[in-house]
């Protein structure tokens, strides 16, 4: 009896370490998510890595999961790697979603911060690699926190990898909203900073 009880905790504890090394992609028919719960990351040190190096690292198992609520790496020099996959199959064809980033914490004169979105297709090619804050691109969304936010749906692919290098200490939040609830969110954001710049 205690042999199979012990057997039985073995396995328990092998089906909870697996599931923790590999995060299951957010399920996006939620109308607002906080993406870090899901996410993993690898530490960059040189800030030098491709993201070709990187999907290497990813399907060696190099990459740790996320612990915390937001993406938070504390007092550090050193350029992350976030990634986190979506499941859009529980939602119609065309539909789309708000990723929201940030903001990672940028020092006047200082070029160092900023993040970079890349997006995989079903082939594991890559379908955007965009530098976040351009608004060069009209998926882009302006927010008055400084923060980041870009429209996605299907057609881009379901892995994401952003590349978040900042002034000390390096922390953002990372969250996907559907779109009337960001519309929504923002506007009380926006207002309640109107409120207070009134106050002041």
């Known amino acids: 009896?205690?042999?199979?009880?012990?057997?039985?905790?073995?396995?328990?504890?092998l089906a909870n370490s697996t599931s923790a090394a590999q995060p299951a992609a957010s399920d996006v028919h939620e109308s607002a998510q906080n993406l870090a719960l899901t996410a993993n990351f690898y530490e960059d040190p040189s800030g030098e890595l491709s993201l070709d190096e990187v999907l290497g690292l990813?399907?060696?198992g190099e990459f740790t999961?996320?612990?915390?609520?937001?993406?938070?790496?504390?007092?550090?020099r050193s350029t992350y790697w976030v990634h986190f996959s979506l499941d859009w199959s529980a939602l119609p064809v065309g539909s789309?979603?708000?990723?929201?980033?940030g903001?990672?914490?940028?020092?006047?004169?200082?070029?160092r911060g900023g993040a970079q979105l890349f997006v995989l297709d079903a082939a594991n090619r890559e379908s955007i690699n965009y530098r976040l804050g351009t608004l060069s691109d009209p998926r882009e969304l302006t927010t008055l926190s400084r923060g980041h936010a870009f429209r996605v749906d299907a057609s881009l692919g379901d892995e994401y990898y952003?590349?978040?290098?900042?002034?000390a200490p390096l922390r953002t939040?990372?969250?996907?909203?559907?779109?009337?609830?960001?519309?929504?969110?923002?506007?009380l954001s926006d207002t309640g900073l109107t409120l207070s710049l009134i106050h002041i």
Not at 2 to 13: F, K
Not at 103 to 111: H, L, Q
Not at 162 to 167: E, G, N, Q
Request: charged content about 20%.
């Open 1 to 13: 009896m205690r042999a199979h009880a012990w057997i039985v905790y073995i396995l328990l504890v």
């Open 58 to 60: 990813k399907a060696a």
């Open 65 to 76: 999961p996320n612990s915390r609520d937001q993406i938070h790496f504390g007092m550090t």
């Open 96 to 101: 789309s979603r708000i990723v929201e980033i």
């Open 103 to 111: 903001p990672p914490k940028i020092v006047e004169g200082r070029t």
């Open 162 to 167: 952003l590349r978040i290098s900042s002034a």
């Open 173 to 187: 939040a990372l969250r996907l909203w559907d779109e009337s609830q960001f519309n929504q969110q923002s506007l």
